[in-house]
């Protein structure tokens, strides 16, 4: 069975600084795609960075950017420079056929 | 539309009744994915379509589940005798069918609500 694990249920941090969010994932597959996905309380979806397995690098995305280590099927979220907007629900998710979501990580940027 | 468009946006049923929930993919996406999310919860995975077939339904959570699309766009999901433990926010997705390539685009939800 294909998983996600999200060990943060909630974190906050002071606007400016830096978060790092944890997600790691179990699969037997070797081609798939990770994804982190933002739901602020608007409720809609919004898909914040994504990261091909096959490669290496790690994506970014302005202040956003991933740590993906395949090994360990480990693929965390750096957010820098928070700011307010960054207020949300971040769900991790890994896809292959279909997405499979994590349970989320709530996240609170303090003025 | 320039999005995925779902309706009702909010529905309150008495339990036992039927609900149909909508889901309008963006033009030309082929792949349409049903996501429940209860509250405080992640996103559940119930059903996907890739045009008008649905190779993945495992996550329907019981036959009283149903979805179908039609012309290979609109898709509803359809629950009978709704039950307390329904209640949740159901959200749709559509990608092009490509899903290696193309992200998912979701739709607001329908919050469903069964007293």
């Known amino acids: 069975a294909q998983t996600v694990t999200q060990s943060q249920p909630e974190m906050s941090v002071q606007e400016a600084e830096t978060v790092t969010l944890s997600c790691t994932y179990d699969?037997?597959?070797?081609?798939?795609?990770l994804f982190w996905y933002k739901q602020p309380p608007s409720r809609q979806m919004i898909l914040v960075i994504r990261q091909e397995a096959y490669k290496q690098q790690n994506a970014t995305e302005n202040r956003f950017s991933v740590n993906f280590q395949k090994a360990a099927k480990s693929f965390s979220l750096k957010i820098s420079d928070s700011q307010l907007g960054d207020t949300a629900m971040y769900f991790c998710?890994?896809?292959?056929?279909?997405?499979?979501f994590g349970k989320g990580t709530k996240l609170t940027v303090n003025p | 539309g320039a999005g995925v468009s779902q309706s009702p946006s909010n529905k309150v049923t008495e339990k036992g009744k039927d609900v149909e929930l909508r889901c309008d993919p963006i033009s030309g996406h082929t792949a349409l994915y049903w996501y429940r999310q209860s509250l405080g919860q992640g996103l559940e995975f119930l059903i996907y379509?890739?045009?008008?077939?649905?190779?993945?339904k495992s996550g329907l959570p019981s036959d009283r589940f149903s979805a179908e699309r039609t012309g290979g766009s609109v898709s509803t999901l359809t629950i009978q005798r709704t039950q307390q433990e329904d209640s949740a926010v159901y959200l749709c997705a559509s990608t092009t069918g490509s899903v290696y390539n193309s992200p998912l685009h979701f739709g607001n939800g329908t919050r469903l609500t069964v007293t």
């Open positions: 379509f890739q045009g008008n077939s649905a190779p993945d």
């Open positions: 998710a890994f896809m292959t056929e279909k997405l499979v």
């Open positions: 699969t037997s597959e070797s081609n798939y795609y």
